[in-house]
């Protein structure tokens, strides 16, 4: 395994703040649920990634168990995340957020 | 061996978790119960619920929960113990207030929804005693993952217009029956992003501190640019879910899709869940931020008493009005956190201000949990009456605007004098609830000088005063007769919703008149 040292853990920030970016980009301009979604799952592996590089950066088992943990809390979320947009397209046949605009803003 | 003996250390003073033992045993034996029971009307399952929560609020009382335990990642004092009350508080009146819209709703379906709001209060009064990054995170995720379900509970599946008339169920139009669906994804997308938001703050300083533990955290956290952005990024992603404002745009629309029951208790439990979470982590291992956030606070307060005062005022859906209000009653709960952290030993020592913003923010909380769950109440029992003139039948049911209230004093004195309670204690009127927690907030945030926001608050709340005295006004000024010109009818409360709004406006009205000793215990929580 490669050793992180503070050279390798700058550049995994890097690459996190690079996936982190492009999640919330998606997010903020797909108006398809399905795209958002996808956009969310970006945001939450960077996490992950940041999580794993800092935890073998300080040694231990910390960081490891936090990932584990925020990698079953991104599951619990998309799972109840696609359920509501199966729940929108039962009820408009589309998976477009436009098509939920029934309330004001 | 010793790996044994460790495991076993772990669980050292697991006896500070029996309120969240119970609520979790009560969760899951909900859940069994409501499979094993025939299909049918499982209204029952409501009051079993609501007899779960009475007993984890009277072990509040009871049993001594202070202490340490989980190694430290956990711990039960003064502040975790007034939270869990006001959560399980909030989720006693959620389920009491609810029980006939949600078996009007959903007769067959109830069991999942007083299970989910269980699991929700279980997560909050865990998130309210974590002293862990991860335990933190787990919890607010437990918290609000079953929230997201709740919001969109009631309009599953397609409107059911070949089948008939399910048996049992009121029909809503079908406008409304499709509403909670758009409610629950709005929450969600906000809600999930803003915990992406935040989990990525808190990613930045476990790496930067070495640990998930905060009381190693508070000692190796030294600053930088780095963390700089990941306090940022943990205000931003906690104000997305306390719903201030500039992110506060949820808000109005979830509150006016989703059921009013469930908002009663969205607005207020979720709420005070997020500012236990400020306050564990600003206070405690980003306390050497504090000039950071409290810059970003104070920008928050700024920005949520505008909008929220300005905003509310021509809203028509009376939902969306409270949706406004509390947004900018979300700015007086961060001038408490603002004044529990701008005052430092320095100001202690030399100046004796007393710091009281801890203690104001659990007062404040209370208030806000009674009066604010008590106006959606008074809503849900106008709205019940399910009558809107002057308006295509499809929807009729459309009915949370404010020409239902015209004229309620003399269609129920008694329910137009408890609304009437609830606005005035929002609004900060003497003597309701409200009004204590206004001025403690307003004169802890002068002690801590910030004379300048005290004074924009004041003004602002007085502007504010327009639109809850608008309801009032439609209330006793207005004649009881629609804009058809149609004469409305009496409006009847009964069952839970009528013991939750009597409860309530007892609360308001009761802690109004005599404030002192509830202040005092919310001192002492504050380990003052």
Redesign the interface.
């Known amino acids: 395994m490669i050793p992180v040292n503070g050279e390798v853990l700058q550049l995994l920030l890097i690459l996190g703040a690079g996936l982190f970016a492009l999640g919330l980009y998606g997010v903020l301009t797909r108006k398809n649920t399905i795209g958002l979604l996808i956009g969310l799952e970006l945001m939450a592996n960077a996490v992950n990634l940041n999580l794993v590089a800092f935890g073998r950066y300080h040694g231990g088992t910390d960081g490891q168990v936090f990932t584990l943990f925020t990698i079953a809390l991104t599951v619990a979320e998309v799972a109840v995340g696609l359920a509501l947009v199966i729940l929108l397209h039962r009820s408009r046949r589309s998976t477009d957020l436009d098509a939920a605009a029934d309330l004001h803003g | 061996m010793s790996a044994v003996a460790n495991g076993f250390a772990a669980l050292d003073g697991i006896e500070i978790l029996a309120v969240d033992g119970l609520l979790a045993v009560s969760a899951l034996g909900l859940l069994l119960v409501d499979v094993a029971m025939p299909a049918g009307n499982k209204r029952v399952i409501g009051y079993g619920a609501l007899l779960l929560l009475g007993l984890a609020f009277a072990a509040t009382f009871t049993l001594d929960l202070t202490g340490t335990a989980l190694s430290g990642a956990y711990v039960g004092d003064g502040f975790a113990i007034w939270c869990k009350r006001i959560f399980i508080g909030a989720g006693f009146f959620g389920v009491l207030g609810g029980l006939d819209s949600t078996a009007r709703i959903g007769p067959r379906r109830q069991g999942e929804y007083y299970q989910l709001l269980l699991m929700s209060v279980l997560g909050m009064t865990l998130l309210a005693g974590a002293r862990d990054?991860?335990l933190l995170?787990?919890s607010f995720?437990l918290m609000s993952?079953p929230l997201?379900?709740m919001a969109?509970w009631g309009?599953?599946?397609?409107?059911p217009e070949q089948k008939g008339p399910i048996p049992g169920m009121t029909m809503p139009s079908k406008?409304r029956?499709?509403?909670p669906?758009?409610?629950?994804?709005?929450l969600?997308?906000v809600g999930?992003?803003s915990?992406?938001?935040a989990?990525?703050g808190i990613?930045?300083v476990?790496?930067l501190g070495?640990?998930?533990r905060f009381a190693v955290l508070a000692t190796t956290l030294t600053g930088g640019p780095l963390l700089t952005l990941a306090v940022a990024m943990i205000v931003a992603g906690f104000a997305f879910k306390i719903g201030a404002a500039p992110f506060h745009?949820w808000v109005?629309?979830t509150y006016?899709?989703a059921s009013t029951p469930f908002v009663a208790f969205l607005s207020v439990a979720p709420k005070a869940a997020g500012f236990a979470a400020l306050v564990q982590l600003l206070l405690g291992p980003l306390a050497g931020m504090a000039a950071t956030w409290t810059t970003l606070v104070v920008v928050l307060i700024v920005v949520s008493l505008l909008v929220g005062n300005l905003m509310a005022v021509p809203q028509q859906n009376i939902k969306?009005m409270l949706g406004f209000s509390g947004v900018a009653q979300m700015g007086f709960g961060l001038m408490a956190l603002l004044a529990a952290g701008s005052v430092t030993a320095h100001d202690v020592a030399s100046r004796g201000v007393r710091p009281e913003g801890l203690a104001t923010l659990l007062f404040f909380l209370a208030a806000y949990m009674v009066a604010n769950m008590g106006a959606f109440f008074t809503v849900e029992a106008v709205a019940a009456a399910g009558y809107t003139p002057g308006k295509p039948a499809d929807e009729r049911d459309d009915d949370d605007t404010l020409p239902t209230f015209a004229g309620l004093h003399s269609r129920s004195p008694a329910l137009a004098l408890a609304g009437l309670l609830f606005v005035l204690s929002l609004g900060g009127i003497p003597f309701a609830v409200g009004f204590w927690a206004k001025v403690w907030v307003l004169l802890s945030l002068w002690a801590a000088g910030f004379g300048w926001l005290v004074v924009m608050a004041a003004a602002l709340s007085a502007a504010g005063l327009f639109y809850y005295l608008q309801v009032a006004r439609s209330m006793y000024m207005k004649a009881p007769v629609g804009a058809d010109g149609t004469t409305l009818p009496a409006v009847k409360v009964g069952g839970g919703l009528l013991l939750a709004i009597v409860l309530l406006a007892l609360l308001t009205m009761g802690v109004g008149l005599f404030p002192g000793p509830v202040m005092e215990a919310a001192r002492i929580a504050a380990g003052l």
């Open positions: 990054l991860i995170m787990v995720e993952l997201y379900a969109a309009g599953i599946g397609n409107y406008r029956w499709h509403r669906a758009e409610a629950g994804l709005k969600y997308l999930a992003v915990t992406v938001v989990l990525y990613s930045l476990f790496g070495g640990s998930t745009m109005p629309d006016e899709g969306r």
